[in-house]
């Protein structure tokens, strides 16, 4: 049963990476539904301020910005203590923060090891620890975002691909663990948008979407709905990744 707009104004959401791209997309729609957001971000500080300002002309202390280094780990018990500090409880977390690039086997370091690992592995894990007690008070809900290419690997992405299966791997084992109070699922984001650093060509990225059963481009709202639902609606469903790729995933 979908819940009362009064009831909703109470749940609160943490979005991590929410100052750019699909964090702010997401924390905007859970924003507009009725949630109050906690927008977490490292070098966006702009882009969450930005967003920040427009939530709370909407409805007035509705959203916060936090910053943090994930790499870091006592960040991920700031960012909890920050959030209930503000709003008193919290409900829904989303791990999107991500880093993304290429670390083709002969050029690898342990630094690239450490970033990829630690924003797309470590961060979400450890966040997930310090959330889960004020989760299991509201039954909440975490969403992990994950990666389509955690199940079909790029070329000279190794690192990455594996922290991806990795989170994976963390969604459906915390949906066990911290069953039945909160639910845990993952979504897996197919061509949403390209990397911000050496975006394809326009021929390359014409091959690609031709490879699309869907035919198009998706949109970081695509992401941010599906979001909303795994966190807010479905409360039958745990344990599972939902792709949005438009169909990539099947052929």
Not at 14 to 29: D, K, P
Not at 127 to 153: E, F, M, T
Not at 181 to 208: C, F, K, Y
Not at 223 to 249: C, K, M, P, W
Request: include cysteine.
């Amino acid at each position: 049963m979908q819940q009362a707009v009064s009831d909703l104004g109470k749940q609160v959401a943490l979005v991590t990476g929410a100052g750019h791209r699909i964090g702010a997309q997401i924390a905007a729609t859970l924003h507009a539904a009725g949630m109050r957001v906690a927008l977490h971000y490292r070098n966006s500080a702009r882009g969450a301020n930005e967003l920040a300002a427009r939530c709370n002309a909407v409805r007035d202390a509705s959203a916060i910005t936090l910053r943090a280094d994930l790499l870091e780990l006592p960040a991920a018990d700031s960012l909890v203590a920050r959030t209930l500090e503000e709003f008193g409880n919290l409900d829904l977390l989303v791990n999107n923060a991500s880093s993304f690039y290429p670390t083709p086997l002969a050029e690898i370091d342990e630094a690239q090891w450490l970033d990829l690992i630690g924003t797309n592995l470590k961060a979400p894990l450890f966040l997930s620890r310090a959330a889960a007690p004020h989760l299991h008070a509201s039954r909440g809900a975490i969403v992990n975002i994950v990666d389509i290419h955690a199940h079909r690997p790029l070329p000279d992405y190794s690192i990455y691909c594996a922290a991806k299966a990795g989170l994976v791997a963390i969604t459906r084992s915390l949906a066990r663990e911290l069953a039945p109070q909160v639910r845990v699922n993952g979504v897996a984001p197919g061509t949403i948008l390209w990397p911000e650093e050496n975006p394809p060509d326009a021929e390359q990225s014409s091959r690609l979407i031709a490879r699309i059963p869907l035919a198009r481009q998706g949109g970081t709202d695509d992401i941010a709905r599906t979001v909303l639902f795994l966190g807010r609606e479905a409360s039958y469903v745990t344990g599972q990744i939902i792709n949005v790729d438009g169909g990539s995933s099947l052929v």
